[in-house]
């Protein structure tokens, strides 16, 4: 009888040693960085004044990405909480709170993970003056001082980098902060995401609905929606067709959610046509930003924004979508912008996109949006909807979302 040497027997040995070793350093690093339960408290679906204040706070963002030279922007308690709100509102299950407290920006994110445990992190800013705010970063139970928190924060801006979100060096990001009083005003350059999206095709597509236009003006939004797939086939023809059609219908700004060049653009730009739905003129535009929206950040950002907007409108005297649309929450605004998004997502997905793209060249006005859905309630004030309904969220605003659904059926 033979035995195996001792060299041999230790290598089995060896593996279990190595292997408890990797496990026991994976379930510190689970323990040092996650949690059981989240750092913020669920929050309810934002209210009306959520929405105006959050909005007002991406005006000023957008307007700072736009100047060519530097512009303050200024954040008071009302424009933190709406951020809040509408970033923990479109990014659910993920949530986010934002204050100032005692002269620091304090920022607290939750990350669901798989398996019921939460990433959780939090960013205290403490310094006024220029360049990118002192700033002490705690992810789980690590607490690292400002020299780590900075070099932490380049590496994530580097990887938003990678993913294609154009990232200023920190201190050309924020130029100059002061922080106090509750409320932030700041000299920034804001990140700059960069979309996945073939803008030589949206391009290529805008220029032919223009052209369209220019030889035969049509106001009707189904032959709008038949030019705007003339040979669309693929999940990237149909996110060039959808883009396409509310650069031309709702705002040209839409070339943002594609890799456009805008000097391509000016070379066929036409003014926005009024083209109607059901013989209604914000419709087209519901179905179609809503479309957009899903082929350039996800359906449910889609779906979130389209309930902002509503919310808004509810409190605004003249609604956004101003020819034609009532102000006031609209339910029939709502199904436009669910039958916009829920094609849009039919219509890029790979098994799906061929058959959905001839029926969009088939479009009629009841094909893209039943009729019946015109029934349903709009003009309410915020008050008439929050006795209603409750709110976005409640189980009264989901059964009519639902509703909504069953009458659109399979986009």
């Known amino acids: 009888m033979t035995t195996a040497p001792p060299s041999r027997r230790r290598w089995p040995l060896l593996l279990v040693a190595a292997l408890s070793l990797v496990v026991a350093v994976a379930a510190g690093l689970l323990v040092l960085f996650t949690s059981p339960a989240p750092w913020v408290a669920p929050r309810p679906a934002p209210t009306a004044e959520q929405v105006g204040a959050g909005r007002d706070a991406l005006v000023q963002l957008r307007g700072a990405a736009d100047m060519p030279a530097a512009h303050p922007i ?13 970033a923990s509102h479109g990014l659910r299950p993920d949530r986010l709170s934002l204050g100032v407290k005692d002269n620091g920006l304090h920022i607290v994110g939750s990350h669901r993970l798989p398996g019921g445990r939460w ?56 130029r100059h902060v002061a922080i106090g009083g509750g409320k932030v005003v700041a000299i920034v350059d804001p990140p700059r995401p960069q979309a996945n999206i073939d803008g030589v095709a949206v391009t290529r597509r805008y220029c032919a609905l223009a052209g369209a236009q220019r030889r035969t003006p049509a106001a009707q939004f189904a032959t709008q929606v038949r030019r705007a797939f003339i040979g669309a086939a693929s999940p990237s023809d149909n996110q060039a067709g959808f883009v396409a059609l509310a650069m031309l219908l709702v705002d040209e700004k839409a070339s943002e959610l594609a890799n456009v060049a805008r000097a391509h653009v000016d070379r066929c730009r036409i003014p926005a046509p009024i083209v109607t739905l059901h013989g209604r003129a914000d419709l087209p535009k519901h179905w179609s930003l809503s479309a957009a929206l899903a082929v350039g ?14 919310l808004a409108d509810s409190l605004a005297p003249q609604s956004e979508f101003a020819v034609g649309d009532p102000t006031g929450f609209s339910f029939i605004d709502i199904g436009a912008d669910r039958a916009g998004f829920r094609t849009a997502t039919s219509a890029t997905k790979p098994d799906r996109a061929a058959d959905r793209a001839a029926r969009l060249r088939a479009a009629t006005d009841d094909s893209l949006l039943p009729p019946v859905i015109l029934r349903e309630p709009e003009g309410l004030t915020e008050a008439q909807f929050t006795r209603a309904y409750g709110g976005i969220g409640t189980p009264r605003f989901t059964a009519m979302i639902e509703r909504i659904d069953a009458i659109l059926g399979e986009r």
């Open 74 to 86: 200024a954040f008071g308690p009302e424009q933190l909480d709406g951020i809040a709100a509408l």
């Open 119 to 174: 990433l959780n992190a939090a960013v205290v800013a403490v310094r006024s003056g220029r360049g990118f705010p002192a700033t002490h970063l705690t992810i789980g139970r690590l607490s690292l001082s400002d020299r780590w928190s900075r070099a932490i924060l380049n590496v994530g801006r580097r990887l938003l980098a990678w993913r294609g979100v154009e990232v200023p060096p920190l201190d050309v990001m924020v």
């Open 297 to 310: 950040g996800g359906a449910q950002l889609a779906q979130a924004m389209g309930e902002w907007k509503e």
